[in-house]
């Protein structure tokens, strides 16, 4: 009972100061009161509302960037797919380059020229074919017309070739000028410059003079170009005269190789 009688008073208070309070607005009566409450809060509602804001920047911030290294990885790996597609498609570019200009080097109705890749270089030049393509020892390797060297070493899927330069090679030559030619034997040295050894004195070769295949060997066909005369190396009293011989490229940014197969 009492405490029945305790909410009726507390009612009744509280509606009759919401009463009180309705009147006092309703007359304008309480806008003293809000203009003070008002600005005794506006500072703490701006101070609410500017770390909301901030907050608000710095999450937006985080999930930017979360986004720009997602689509900054998305990128990298479209742009090394793109670098990587477009060094292949140069890579068969250059391959069909040289398939084109080797046949107008050396007929194909002529000889049957079997393509291969270079795949590593040491005393001795690697390639990617064997005896599964029909290589054999001592066949000619070629770029355009150049002689490159020969078969020295061959297994089912891959062979490697003497090169003008090694020691051991040995190629009877002849060079041609506007003086005449000379002949002599074609000696690697382990260099750029290979030695043309075993000119006779009385023959002309100059330098610039380009040097060729004599094709006295059966495997070798006459007139491939060895390279070109740099120096010449002549002494009285010697019975030969010698001359420096430098290759008309590099192998090492050779793409495609061909071997002479007949």
């Not at 410059?193 to 040097?211: F, G, M």
């Amino acid at each position: 009972m009492d405490r029945s009688l305790y909410n009726l008073k507390l009612l009744l208070i509280l509606t009759s100061l919401s009463v009180l309070i309705l009147s006092l607005d309703l007359f304008h009566l309480l806008n003293f009161p809000k203009q003070l409450l008002s600005y005794l809060t506006n500072p703490i509602s701006f101070g609410l509302y500017s770390n909301s804001q901030n907050l608000g920047r710095q999450f937006y911030f985080i999930f930017e960037a979360r986004f720009a290294a997602k689509e900054n990885r998305a990128l990298k790996e479209q742009n090394g797919k793109l670098l990587s597609e477009n060094s292949e498609l140069r890579k068969k570019l250059s391959e069909a380059e040289s398939l084109l200009s080797q046949g107008q080097h050396l007929d194909p109705q002529t000889y049957n020229l079997i393509p291969a890749h270079p795949i590593g270089i040491g005393r001795y030049l690697k390639i990617d074919k064997g005896l599964s393509s029909g290589l054999k020892l001592d066949q000619a390797v070629v770029i355009n017309d150049n002689y490159i060297g020969k078969i020295n070493k061959i297994e089912a899927q891959t062979a490697t070739v003497q090169l003008l330069s090694d020691p051991d090679s040995k190629v009877p030559a002849f060079s041609q000028g506007l003086e005449g030619k000379a002949k002599g034997i074609l000696i690697g040295e382990f260099s750029t410059e290979i030695l043309l050894d075993k000119i006779l004195h009385e023959e002309k070769i100059n330098i610039d003079d380009l040097v060729y295949t004599d094709g006295t060997e059966g495997y070798l066909p006459r007139g491939l170009i060895l390279g070109r005369v740099t120096k010449v190396l002549e002494q009285p009293t010697q019975v030969f005269k010698q001359a420096k011989i430098v290759p008309n490229f590099d192998i090492r940014d050779v793409e495609l190789v061909f071997v002479i197969k007949e």
